[in-house]
């Protein structure tokens, strides 16, 4: 399998620990930085990694900020992402099984480290469902091209 990687500041020693058990794993991980643990803007890294992954739909993504959060709210925005904080091996399972999630999300300040890879591979070994939650990526999907419209709902 392959990754791309980012982190900001306050997520840079989990994603250091994420890449090591995925590389152990024979993964390949492409780490998009941050190097340090710095003062960076998260945005810069969600972004970069969303864009990767976007660029080729076979891959993954790994993002973490502080709480998993504002990186996550940074990668999609881009189109053809679908990054999702996860908190445990459930959550991860669910976001890959329901939502397609194609970019996993972790907060250093919120998980521990040992939660954390029993997470990411939880994610990486589990597959789209298809079917009934097809339908409902699709609608996900659709909502990037939506503007402000008082009329829909």
């Given at each position: 399998?392959k ?114 890879e ?35 709902s």
């Open positions: 399998m990754w791309y990687a980012g982190s900001d500041h306050a997520g840079f020693a989990l994603k250091q620990r994420l890449i090591e058990v995925l590389r152990a794993d024979g993964d390949e991980i492409i780490d998009l930085g941050t190097e340090t643990t710095d003062s960076v803007d998260y945005p810069d890294y969600g972004a970069r990694v969303a864009r990767a992954v976007a660029a080729e739909p076979e891959v993954f993504g790994l993002l973490v900020c502080g709480t998993g959060i504002g990186i996550s709210m940074a990668a999609n925005k881009i189109a053809g992402i679908r990054a999702a904080v996860v908190t445990d091996e459930f959550t991860a399972r669910a976001t890959r099984a329901h939502n397609d999630a194609n970019v996993v999300c972790f907060g250093e300040r919120v998980i521990g480290p040992g939660v954390a029993g997470a990411v591979r939880a994610f990486r070994d589990t597959e789209f469902e298809g079917g009934r939650h097809a339908r409902r990526v699709h609608k996900i999907d659709e909502l990037l091209a939506d503007t402000v419209d008082p009329d829909k």
